[in-house]
């Protein structure tokens, strides 16, 4: 469980599975919200939620890259991204380099100390390449005094499985 009072953000809402995930492991007086740029993908989440009787966290129609209009500085202790598109969605809409780049940034910032940052990096089908050497490249960058960095991988999956990611702030 987040320590109280805990904040978690979900920056890609998609369809809730890690919302509701969030919600569960915060405590009772912290706050869960949740972004993004689809209105279907919040109505989904909306209605996961609800369905486990949550009906406390934070809705946000906006893209992640956006984030810092809706948190403070040093505010969060736990901020996840899966990037890609929506499951079962548009794929025309997606995630991409630049306001994936930017939104990351500005969740470094966000992010409490000892607080961590969560990808989930999709990359296969018709989406993603261009986004994924992008974000490691970002991640390569960080400086190792202030930011632990893991990187993991599905290693007896075919194709191209989604690389996750975790990022400690020290």
């Known amino acids: 469980m987040i320590k109280a009072p805990g904040c978690c953000i979900d920056a890609t809402a998609?369809?809730?599975r890690d919302t509701l995930f969030l919600r569960r492991i915060v405590?009772?007086?912290?706050?869960?919200?949740?972004?993004?740029?689809?209105?279907?993908?919040?109505?989904?989440?909306?209605?996961?939620l609800e369905?486990?009787?949550?009906?406390?966290?934070?809705?946000?129609?906006?893209?992640?890259?956006?984030?810092?209009?809706?948190?403070?500085?040093?505010?969060?202790?736990?901020?996840?991204?899966?990037?890609?598109?929506?499951?079962?969605?548009?794929?025309?809409?997606?995630?991409?380099?630049?306001?994936t780049l930017e939104?990351?940034?500005?969740?470094?910032?966000?992010?409490?100390?000892g607080g961590v940052l969560s990808l989930m990096i999709y990359s296969?089908?018709?989406?993603?390449?261009e986004e994924k050497e992008a974000v490691l490249a970002w991640l390569k960058r960080l400086d190792y005094r202030r930011y632990l960095v893991l990187a993991e991988q599905f290693y007896n999956r075919p194709g191209n499985p989604p690389l996750p990611v975790f990022v400690q702030k020290w």
């Open 27 to 48: 405590s009772e007086s912290g706050t869960v919200a949740a972004m993004d740029v689809q209105e279907e993908a919040l109505a989904q989440t909306r209605e996961r």
């Open 124 to 129: 296969g089908g018709d989406t993603g390449f």
């Open 51 to 99: 369905q486990e009787g949550y009906r406390d966290v934070k809705l946000i129609l906006d893209g992640h890259q956006n984030m810092d209009r809706y948190f403070p500085s040093d505010s969060a202790d736990l901020i996840m991204f899966n990037l890609g598109y929506l499951p079962g969605g548009d794929h025309s809409i997606a995630t991409g380099a630049a306001t």
């Open 14 to 16: 998609g369809t809730g």
């Open 103 to 113: 939104a990351l940034e500005k969740s470094l910032a966000i992010l409490k100390e």
